[in-house]
């Protein structure tokens, strides 16, 4: 099923004729381009706290984005409905950008028969709502009864059914059917006078049928709840520049920021990136080959179209150390002279596309983790983060632990406090001299923001050794 | 802007006639919002985008028995608010009761305020915006020759209106503009590149600062910025912009806030009437400020906003209780449904913080989500300036700042004269003891 095809483009009449009609009226003659994108999104969530279910939510957002673009020029505007005339009137809109010309004529190619990473479906539907509530009552319950320090248990689940239809100058018609669900779990315990917590979660491209029920809630709520008690025991870290060993999977959070931003096609066009210009030079140590992957079955982070209906791929950016190439959107890529390479994504219809990441990993090297850890005389050992930030003009970045050890004599200690991390994105995975076998992907909940607009995301890495980094502990 | 009120008024008919046919055993509230607007940014003086905007969304929340349902929709049709609504009442049935749930108690809600002096409708001819960011960018690279690359000049204009509906007869609507004008410039120096920006934002837009005062300050900043170094770990004062204050107040105003409190996930329960900040230090929430921007007259819940201290000679007066919060703590609402201009101050401002300082870093720039709202520890990355004997002697980058906010908020030492007033927060820099500087 798709939603635009099935319900809007019948309810509003809108033939192929008319969209013909928006789009020529989108793109005079002195415009390169312009493409039409459709969206009607239903999101719903649902979150205990305190031991009850006391709220739920329900969202439907929907409209067409219009957007002319000519050269580097771009004229954006939407309609936040599907009537046609005031799709015209959005069309009309959004050529500004140039003095007006003749109306191109434009015809519409024949719907694109897509790759699907996941089943056109609405996750929203699997389910009573009723389910969802027992399902989290129960897991409420599950942890109240592991541990009498249990002070605070949060849960929530949330569900996304996205449909689009992207129509483009190029002939382009695509519809998708974007599924979306996230569990998260967050505890807090209490010791005297002390509160930490601990949280997890997860998800991906499928519907509620695969957490309702299933063993993956109680594997995160036993996985927050270790977590907050690592956190009780914490100490106060060092501050300061030392050996850090990552651990596989989530801190992966460490390439997203040091070096994803840094590469996306926008940022290296405008030469505004610390790693404009490096393409064929050493960035990371040999041992790094980093891709981002768009075409993982049924992640976060995967699409089986971009937002500008290019196929997503599976694209190098760093092999064994050399810089390969940028993300890319359509804009970009043309202003550039070189493909797409499907990372076009935008938040919703009512924002412009821009290059952005999807699934960003390193890929598996030789060593052992054990060994790995063995090797470090003094420095700690991260495991797991909260989020993280970069300048990509001067690539300076950060990422926060919320779990981490100090390592003595190539032995794992007592847990330390979380703290942030920081450092330079080109230089850091010089710095890497260690890359572990036990690649691991996150687990889905990863959000990244760009000039105000989110998209989920995904991370991953094995377990990596970077000889220095700066930490920000508080002890001296 | 007659038509915009023929609207509202319009939207008001529909919504209480759509009440007047729903089931009367369920309590209904509309939280209603339309903003028109758009975006303008140039960058090498040639206009690279121009967005439109006119959004529109209605949230509806319901409630019978205690129990609660909310949904929302960006199409303003009777046959979409009729599914919203229809979504809430099946999702509230769903939902467990709980005795704090509810419309607030009517004395706490009227529909009649004083004139908030937030709203400047202008007609702006878009030729005179692109010149004006044009304007804003070249003046950026005009001031100094080591400004080399830009990411543009950007206008924003948008004008609101929001309005709030309950089944017990609470309403309210109010408008307001925002304006704003920003820059960022690029410089570089060895091959390595910095950027910093400046921006204006206001409800009105002859009180916007000058494109060229904008372009110039962006241009100073990024040029203040080259040749940053890292230094050595040290514990040492910092004293902070009024952007970073205003960032590590946002942090105490959030552990404050009464859902933080209720779910116990705050460094600070159990603080009210307890010192959190030295004695002359004051924190006053004013909703009414002129050309404030977060002045408004009523919370999201339509909950009158009330002027009142939160810091009173260090002391913590109240937390930030919307209904629901202030039903589960056994207190009193204080409109923080939303939460309005915040203004910080001392007893003893004082103008030279930097100059009077001997040794130590000034803090301009902070990254990352370090914050723990549970623990109060504090680390988070950061860019700044060293200081010695009352003088920048260069910048310093890499480095991360590292507390805890009980801590550091009782370190305080002194508040600047700086206050911007740009933001929700108006704040002076902040001068705090014993922060630990992580280097190399």
């Not at chain 1, 969206?39 to 009850?52: F, V």
């Not at chain 1, 990136?273 to 040999?286: E, H, P, R, T, Y």
């Not at chain 2, 959004?55 to 949904?71: C, F, I």
């Amino acid at each position: 099923m798709n939603f635009i095809k099935d319900h809007i483009i019948s309810s509003y009449d809108l033939s192929d004729g008319k969209l013909e009609n928006v789009l020529s009226a989108a793109c005079p003659t002195n415009i390169d381009f312009a493409d039409l994108y459709f969206q009607y999104t239903n999101s719903e969530s649902w979150q205990l706290e305190d031991g009850i279910v006391k709220n739920g939510s329900s969202n439907i957002d929907s409209g067409v984005g219009i957007r002319s673009v000519s050269g580097d020029k771009t004229g954006f505007s939407y309609s936040n409905n599907f009537q046609y005339e005031n799709l015209l009137s959005a069309a009309n809109t959004s050529k500004c950008i140039v003095n007006s010309g003749q109306d191109k004529e434009i015809k519409i190619g024949t719907e694109k028969d897509i790759r699907r990473l996941y089943e056109p479906i609405s996750p929203l539907n699997y389910k009573e709502d009723n389910a969802k509530v027992e399902f989290l009552k129960d897991i409420d319950k599950y942890i109240r009864s592991k541990d009498n320090r249990v002070d605070q248990v949060i849960v929530s689940l949330a569900g996304v059914y996205d449909s689009i239809l992207i129509l483009n100058t190029d002939g382009i018609k695509a519809f998708d059917d974007r599924p979306l669900v996230r569990f998260s779990v967050m505890v807090i315990l209490k010791v005297g006078d002390r509160r930490e917590r601990g949280s997890a979660g997860g998800g991906g491209r499928y519907t509620y049928e695969e957490i309702i029920g299933k063993k993956f809630g109680y594997e995160f709520a036993d996985e927050a709840l270790r977590q907050a008690t690592v956190n009780l025991e914490a100490v106060d870290g060092k501050a300061g520049a030392m050996t850090v060993v990552l651990g596989p999977g989530w801190p992966g959070v460490l390439l997203h920021e040091a070096i994803g931003h840094g590469l996306e096609g926008d940022f290296n066009r405008k030469k505004t990136s610390a790693f404009s210009d490096l393409i064929g030079k050493q960035v990371a140590s040999n041992q790094c080959t980093i891709v981002d992957d768009g075409t993982i079955s049924k992640r976060r982070g995967s699409l089986s179209i971009d937002d500008e209906g290019c196929e997503t791929k599976c694209n190098t950016l760093i092999e064994n150390g050399i810089l390969k190439g940028y993300m890319q959107d359509k804009i970009n890529s043309k202003l550039m002279n070189v493909d797409p390479t499907g990372n076009g994504r935008r938040e919703s219809y009512a924002c412009l596309p821009m290059p952005r990441m999807t699934n960003t990993f390193m890929l598996p090297g030789e060593y052992n983790p054990k060994e790995i850890i063995e090797s470090v005389q003094d420095g700690i050992y991260a495991v797991n983060f909260s989020g993280g930030q970069v300048d990509i003009t001067n690539g300076q970045f950060v990422f926060t632990a919320s779990e981490a050890y100090t390592i003595k004599k190539g032995k794992i200690q007592e847990p330390i406090k979380g703290m942030t991390l920081i450092g330079n994105g080109p230089e850091v995975l010089k710095k890497v001299s260690m890359v572990g076998n036990d690649l691991k992907l996150d687990d889905g909940v990863g959000t990244c923001g760009k000039d105000g607009q989110s998209v989920p995301v995904g991370v991953g890495q094995p377990t990596l050794k970077i000889d220095e980094i700066t930490v920000g502990g508080t002890q001296v | 802007m007659k038509n915009k009120d023929n609207s509202i008024s319009d939207y008001k008919n529909k919504l209480q006639k759509i009440i007047n046919k729903l089931d009367s055993k369920f309590d209904y509230e509309f939280n209603m919002s339309l903003s028109d607007g758009y975006s303008v940014t140039s960058r090498f003086s040639e206009v690279e985008n121009i967005e439109y905007h006119q959004d529109m969304a209605l949230n509806v929340s319901v409630y019978k028995d205690y129990q609660k349902g909310s949904a929302s929709t960006n199409d303003l049709s009777e046959k979409s608010i009729q599914q919203a609504i229809e979504k809430a009442q099946n999702i509230s049935i769903n939902t467990q009761a709980d005795d704090c749930q509810g419309l607030p108690e009517s004395q706490y809600t009227t529909q009649k305020w004083e004139d908030m002096d937030i709203y400047y409708p202008k007609t702006l001819d878009i030729k005179n915006i692109i010149d004006l960011t044009k304007d804003c960018e070249s003046s950026a690279f005009q001031k100094d020759k080591r400004v080399t690359n830009s990411e543009g000049s950007s206008f924003t204009f948008s004008d609101n209106t929001h309005m709030i509906l309950n089944s017990n007869g609470a309403y309210g609507t109010f408008d307001s503009t925002d304006y704003s004008l920003s820059c960022i410039a690029l410089a570089e120096q060895n091959k390595l590149m910095e950027r910093d920006y400046w921006y204006s934002s206001t409800r009105d837009y002859d009180a916007l600062e000058s494109s060229k005062h904008i372009g110039e300050k962006a241009a100073e900043r990024v040029i203040a910025r080259l040749g940053a170094k890292t230094i050595k770990t040290r514990v040492c004062p910092v004293l902070f912009s009024p952007e970073m204050t205003s960032s590590l107040i946002s942090s105490f105003l959030s552990a404050i806030n009464g859902s933080s409190i209720y779910k116990k996930s705050s460094f600070l329960i159990d603080k009210i009437d307890k010192k959190i900040f030295p004695d002359f230090v004051n924190i006053q929430e004013d909703p009414s400020l002129s050309n404030g921007s977060a002045t408004r007259p009523y919370d999201s819940e339509g909950v009158l906003t009330q002027k009142k201290d939160i810091i009173k000679d260090g002391i913590l007066k109240t937390y930030l209780l919307d209904t629901y919060a202030a039903r589960k703590l056994k207190s009193k609402c204080t409109g923080n449904g939303v939460l309005t201009n915040i203004l910080v101050s001392s007893k003893k401002p004082e103008a030279n913080l930097l100059q009077n300082m001997t040794d130590g870093l000034y803090i301009t720039d902070m990254m990352g989500s370090g914050a723990n709202s549970l623990t109060g520890d504090y680390s988070r990355g950061a860019f700044g300036y060293l200081i010695k004997n009352g003088e920048i002697q260069y910048p310093v980058t890499e480095i991360t700042v590292a507390s805890n906010l009980l801590q550091m908020f009782e370190n305080i030492v002194s508040l600047g004269d700086d206050v911007d007033n740009r933001n929700r927060i108006r704040t002076g820099s902040m001068l705090i003891d014993n922060i630990t500087i992580g280097g190399t």
